[in-house]
């Protein structure tokens, strides 16, 4: 079974700043898909960015970019120019690639990010 | 964010009673899911329903039952629940078909917050 380990229980950075929140995940598979999904105070969960395993190329969406390092199976997140409405939960998430198509996420447990103005 | 609504958002029921959860997607998607948050855990996958048939259920007590009728709709019926089943219930949808770009994605809804008392 896949897991997925978010290390930080909690991030505070500073408005107009830039924060990483990591993110490591155990995985068998070649094929499978990452995600970043952000969950304000209003509790909608929202994507933030998507990763393809088969891609080398680090996802980027507009002040989100991603690190993602397939042998060391990291996927960090980094947000530039932080702003206060960044200020959520932020959930890893993995989804299998070789499955038949609807396949569920596993997420991590969470960061909560803290913009300080 | 309306492509995923739940309803109700709120819902406090007794451990006799029995009560539905509905969650309907606009996206024109063909696949949804059932997912549980609760306070200590990660976010935990229920079922999932690909083009109207359940193809996973994670474990999920018999006291919850899906349904699905349409690839628009998918209800949890509750019966006879417990104190510690109180979450947050979060109903999502994705699109199956189509390439990796279109389907692995996952829209959320808001949530339904569940309180059994």
């Known amino acids: 079974a896949q897991t997925v380990t978010q290390s930080q229980p909690e991030m505070s950075v500073q408005e107009a700043e830039t924060v990483t929140l990591s993110c490591t995940y155990d995985?068998?598979?070649?094929?499978?898909?990452l995600f970043w999904y952000k969950q304000p105070p209003s509790r909608q969960m929202i994507l933030v960015i998507r990763?393809?395993?088969?891609?080398?190329q680090n996802a980027t969406e507009n002040r989100f970019s991603v690190n993602f390092q397939k042998a060391a199976k990291s996927f960090s997140l980094k947000i530039s120019d932080s702003q206060l409405g960044d200020a959520a939960m932020y959930f890893c998430?993995?989804?299998?690639?070789?499955?038949?198509?609807?396949?569920?996420?596993?997420f991590g447990k969470g960061t909560h990010l803290i913009i300080q103005p | 964010e309306t492509g995923v609504t739940q309803t109700p958002r709120h819902l406090v029921m007794g451990m006799t009673n029995k009560k539905s959860l509905k969650c309907e997607q606009h996206?024109?998607?063909?696949?949804m899911y059932w997912y549980k948050q609760s306070a200590k855990k990660p976010l935990e996958l229920m079922f999932v329903?690909?083009?109207?048939?359940?193809?996973e259920n994670n474990s999920v007590p018999s006291r919850f039952s899906p349904e699905c009728p349409n690839s628009s709709h998918l209800f949890l019926h509750l019966h006879t629940l417990q104190p510690e089943d109180s979450a947050l219930y979060l109903c999502?949808?994705?699109?199956?078909?189509?390439?990796?770009?279109?389907?692995?994605?996952?829209?959320f809804g808001p949530g339904t917050r569940l309180t059994v008392l």
């Open positions: 999502a949808s994705s699109q199956v078909a189509g390439g990796p770009g279109v389907r692995d994605t996952q829209y």
């Open positions: 995985t068998s598979e070649s094929d499978y898909y």
């Open positions: 990763q393809e395993a088969y891609k080398q």
């Open positions: 998430a993995y989804r299998s690639g070789t499955g038949g198509g609807a396949d569920g996420l596993t």
């Open positions: 996206l024109g998607h063909n696949a």
């Open positions: 329903y690909n083009f109207k048939e359940q193809t």
